[in-house]
DNA sequence: ATCATTTATTGACGCGCGTTAAAAAAATAT
DNA sequence: ATATTTTTTTAACGCGCGTCAATAAATGAT
């Protein structure tokens, strides 16, 4: 940078002046930098910048497990906003492991972001330190909320996702089962079979939910797997299955279509399968699946924004708000 | 770190020695570093080291599009091998655009990584800005080849790719035709459809290339549109169809489905489809989708261990290597 | 106990930038 | 032309660390 303004013949802390906000330094003076730069390709280092400005520009995003397609969506959307509002985002995945998760907020207190989006892994998170995270960087929790930590939460209303489907499912004259891991490591798992057992009552509808055996983030696998044995024993309490999300639902439609068994809402089916995210692919499964979708416009717009509310008010907000968003029902083929 | 080293009573040097390699210091210091390391929690701030030291630990990863789950899973055991051989990886994804592309390679130039793994968004990449880049960091490009940039690539062979599918498809019984993109960004197509042409030459058999139309990174909807459109104009010119790869085979797929034409293997199956990289959800498609499989475990293993001989070597390598890796024939129900 | 060797300390500078206060220069107002 | 306001420059310090040379201290060998 001292170079760049002894070439051009302009002081260094005018320059910086310049790079902060080009708005702060007079129109000439604003023309010959910028004249210069397209001449000389020179561009401040971000990370230097970072070390010493109160407020930088840059946001982190965290996400637990990148490879799921549903995160690598809703990160690229957060990204996107990011840099359409000046800011430069830098993502990272957990990968589903807790070590990494605390690592990656280690190295995000040393970047020194404006903000941080963060969502956790859930169940196996180390909440003292993502607390301890949070008390020195503002942090907008979404996707998975921890009672009391971070600023602010921003997800989807889990209840509004079971009781569409629920009431779908039901209204057109079945009963749904509820499929689901035995130990979900995100806890808005749990909310959805709370949501649907307590729907389930209000319809005075017998409920019934299935737990399948399975660690790890290989959803769909352990889907297929659940399903396969309980189609094998012929287990299968309904003949319309409520999949806790979509992945394990995909798992699911691959078991039947292994097992010969025809999966949608005609009349010839055997069963009907529901589930909820409307994940990437959900369009692309066979047949389609019916399903609950998050508003990720939404939940993406309105995590951003909240936490340039945080950022502008300086890192700390009067109360601790948990906005919620609720599923749009998507019906396709599968039920 | 001065803090650190006061409290401690140990100079601030010896403290920045003992975190570039613990062993540099006398055993009896070292234990007392980090009896302290665990008491007080200090962690050395790793955008100011990499400021400063001239070889760092950081590597970069840069993916042309992150939501496509076969490059967040190729990201995810790249990282995991960083982590690993003691690095930290960095990982950035262009989401499809030059001017992300050339945005995220600026901003690594300034994170001073050793290194960098780049896989390039292709057709669309700006060339001057990537060699400019190479010439200033270790890099070694892998997935999308570029001429001659980079110091080695490596990827997969997809002459490889295509003979098996082929011949597997001929070898049973049926002609493939070649579905792809009119197109596509990445070059690896191209390579596919040359290496189509020449082994139904050798075999002589009828080569039939269908090119659909599509702009982006939605390949599922391009290939389910395209197909629709095929399908419903009753032009497949065989029944056995070999895309260029798994995600247009899934859109293909559900188009499929959507208009009720049986895909198998099978005798009364009507058609069957074929396709190429092993995409993480190529097992839970219905019917599952026979394939050929990338090696990722080889192309993330021997990426970075170049990565790792170009840094012992200062950055430069005699000769630029091209490593491909053979693709494994995946033999599964849709073909 | 003496000397050679290894390790640690001191003090200083550098990286690439932000930031500030005081002084100087330029633009605007009167 | 003078006074006032705005902008820029100068000079210096700070961030959190790496690195280096000279010096001091600890260790090991004899």
Known sequence: MAEFAALIGISRPTISKYFNDPDSVRSSTRDRIEAALKQYDYRPNIYAINQNRRLTKTIGIVVPYLADPFFA???????????????????????????????????LRALKPAGVLLAPLGRTSDRKHIEAFCRDVPTILFDSNIEGVGAAFVGSDNFSFVSQTVEYISRTGHTPCFFEMKNPANPNANKRRLAYLEIMGRLSLEPYVIQIEGEGWSFEE?????????????????????????????????????????????????????????????????????????????????????????????????????????????????A
Chains 1, 2 share one sequence.
Not at 81 to 107: K, M, V, W
Not at 313 to 332: D, N, P, Q, S
């Open 73 to 107: 969506e809703i990160a690229r959307m957060l990204e996107r906003r990011c840099i359409t509002a000046g800011y430069t985002p830098s993502l990272f995945s957990s990968h589903g492991e807790q070590s990494l998760e605390n690592a990656i907020l280690d190295n």
């Open 222 to 334: 352990i889907g297929r797997q659940g399903a396969l044995k309980i189609l094998h024993d012929k287990a299968l309490p309904t003949n319309a299955v409520l999949c806790s999300n979509d992945r394990l639902a995909i798992g699911f439609l691959s078991a039947c279509h292994e097992m010969g068994i025809s999966v949608g809402r005609e009349e010839k089916c055997e069963i009907r399968v529901a589930s909820h995210d409307d994940h990437p692919y959900a369009r692309y499964t066979c047949p389609s699946l019916t399903t609950a979708a998050h508003d990720y416009e939404s939940v993406s717009e309105h995590a951003l924004s909240a936490l340039f509310q945080l950022i502008e008010a300086g890192g700390r907000l009067a109360t601790r708000e948990e906005k919620l968003f609720t599923a749009r029902l998507v019906m396709r083929d599968s």
